[in-house]
T-cell receptor, first 120, second 110 residues
Framework: GAVVSQHPSWVICKSGTSVKIECRSLDFQATTMFWYRQFPKQSLMLMATSNEGSKATYEQGVEKDKFLINHASLTLSTLTVTSAHPEDSSFYIC????????????????FGPGTRLTVT | DAKTTQPPSMDCAEGRAANLPCNHSTISGNEYVYWYRQIHSQGPQYIIHGLKNNETNEMASLIITEDRKSSTLILPHATLRDTAVYYCIVWPGTASKLTFGTGTRLQVTL
């Protein structure tokens, strides 16, 4: 159990366009979703936390109007990078938090495989 | 503010034990010691966690000092596929943010 998928796994887009990244928990429900990004040779940095049906909470320095998060269901969350620029090129990783009682281990935080975004 | 301190890199010969240290001198009583690893261009993978007792699973062993201020992750027989960045994290468990430090880059060589 505890399978997390992200789509696409990689994407190249032109500067000024928007890109949507999907994160799905395939065999469990997640009321909370964490989104991280990772620049080359750096650690993962938490961008935002979202709860199903609520607005996301963004970490300091992360522009909420640029990184739109939708967590409309317990198995799907999306991150949209609007008007992407080369400095947004990064590895984006989602991490759904299992809903208590869904049968997956609740002491372990699960991560998606990541989406590599390159903005040209 | 870093809650854990790890060496930036380590090397290990294949087949030998890899011992990865971590200092967490400000750990709180309700915080566990977690270890995750990240193989290049993949999402982090859970390895093991513990509160105060030593733990072992199919992947690794975790040794936590009695004062809980430091710990060691042991990969008993490292393989090339264990080459990754290993993160030591102190965390009270789910429902709170999991914050990554800089980790230790383990290089397993022939």
């Amino acid at each position: 159990g505890a399978v997390v998928s992200q789509h696409p796994s990689w994407v190249i887009c032109k500067s000024g366009t928007s890109v949507k990244i999907e994160c799905r928990s395939l065999d469990f429900q997640a009321t909370t979703m964490f989104w991280y990004r990772q620049f080359p040779k750096q650690s993962l940095m938490l961008m935002a936390t979202s709860n199903e049906g609520s607005k996301a909470t963004y970490e300091q320095g992360v522009e909420k109007d640029k990184f739109l998060i939708n967590h409309a269901s317990l198995t799907l969350s999306t991150l949209t990078v609007t008007s992407a620029h080369p400095e947004d090129s990064s590895f984006y990783i989602c991490s759904p938090l299992p809903y208590s009682g869904t049968g997956v281990k609740n002491y372990e935080q699960y991560f998606g495989p990541g989406t590599r975004l390159t903005v040209t | 503010d870093a809650k854990t301190t790890q060496p930036p890199s380590m090397d290990c010969a294949e087949g030998r034990a890899a011992n990865l240290p971590c200092n967490h001198s400000t750990i709180s009583g309700n915080e566990y010691v977690y270890w995750y690893r990240q193989i290049h261009s993949q999402g982090p993978q859970y390895i093991i966690h513990g509160l105060k007792n030593n733990e072992t699973n199919e992947m690794a062993s975790l040794i936590i000092t009695e004062d809980r201020k430091s710990s060691t992750l042991i990969l008993p027989h490292a393989t090339l596929r264990d080459t990754a960045v290993y993160y030591c994290i102190v965390w009270p468990g789910t429902a709170s943010k999991l914050t990554f430090g800089t980790g230790t880059r383990l290089q397993v060589t022939l």
